[in-house]
Each structure stands twice: as structure tokens, then as C-alpha cells.
């Protein structure tokens, strides 16, 4: 809608409904779009970082939005969970514990589509664009079994930690209707390097992004 009506020509009847209207609209958008309750970016610190807590996770985004449940993983286990907005796929956020007793010490956070990574990586982009934010390649698990699509990355900007925490990424074809393709050199226990010219034909994409803390220990 425009309002490119000069007001010398409007009765002043009309400019009060005007901005009546303005002020309405105004009102929807906020109320379509909510509190901005996280943040855009996730860092390695505050509620994403090594101290964090369930306690910090309801303090941080409310009581209602928090829920904290057993959850299957793979090989048959369980693990303990915290969901944020578990009933909105775009902004869910969940947490895992290494001490599932007192749900403390994170051991990974994944990120939903609608929020960035360390370095701006995001659930979507494509190998190639995250490669370049990385600066150098790095190699892929094969797809399509309980641990594939996950990248190994030893050089580049991503393969450092940042504050104790590490990125995991763990990739997918974003659509399984491949045509005569042979996907069968970037299928199961194989090493695919990101510069690969078929991971862009499949359309290969971030499926899951975690910020990760080693165990207290050290182990992971």
C-alpha cells in the first residue's frame, strides 16, 4: 500500500485515519514477528557457552519455551535433550549434557536455520560457500548410513576452536531425485573431498550445525 498523497490535499479526517492505519500495521508486524528472544549469531559464550546450563537455557528464553526430555539417538540410545521453541522447526535450538544428572556443561548445541554459527556458517549453504569461509578444503563422510555427512575439517579458518568450543557440520543431499547420477562414489564409509564436483550436482548442503565442547575430561 502507498501513501504518496500530499497532505496539503488531504482533509485532516483523512490524514488521522491515515496514520490510524500506519500505527495498525505497524502493530501486526510486531505481533507476527514476536520478541527477538535469540540471538542472530551464536557465539562460544553466555547461554551457548562451556558454563551453561539448563538453568541458564529457561532463564535465557522462558520457562514456556524450554523443554527438557529423553530423546533417541543412534545405536539404539537415549539422550538427554533441552529443546528451545520445540514446537518451531525454524527456531528450535537443543542442547545436550555431559552431566545429564545436574543438566550442565553442554555437550553439543545444534543451531536451527534461522540463526549463524561462529564465522557465519548457517544451516542451507552449500559446500562450496562453506568452504570458502573455511579458506581451504576439507573432506566429507559418505551419505545415506547412521554417521555420514559429517565433515572433517583440519585446516582453514573453521578448524580452530574458538573459546574451547568447535563447529560440527554435518551435510545432505537436499534432494534424493538424482536422475542416472551414480551417487555411489559419495555413498556410505568414504572420504568425499568438499572441491568434489558431484556434492554440488546432488545439491549437498549444512543439514545440521552444533557448537561442541570437548568432555571434562578432554574426551569427546
Known sequence: MRFDV????????EIAKMLKLRSALAMIVVLATGPVVAAEEASCSGVFGADSSEALVIKTFGKDNVVTQEEDGTDGMTILTTRVFPNDPDRTIAFTWWDEDEHTGPNYVDLPPTMAGPHGVRVGMTVAEVQAINGAPFTIGGFWWDYGGYANIEKGTLANGDDGCY??????PADEDFGDLDTGPVTGEVSIPSDTPLLAKID??????SISYPGPEGDD
Do not use: P
Not at 6 to 12: L, N
Open 167 to 172: 563447529l560440527s557440520l554435518r551435510f545432505a
Open 204 to 209: 549437498t548442503r549444512l543439514q545440521v550445525l
Open 6 to 13: 500530499g497532505f496539503d490535499k488531504m482533509a485532516s479526517g
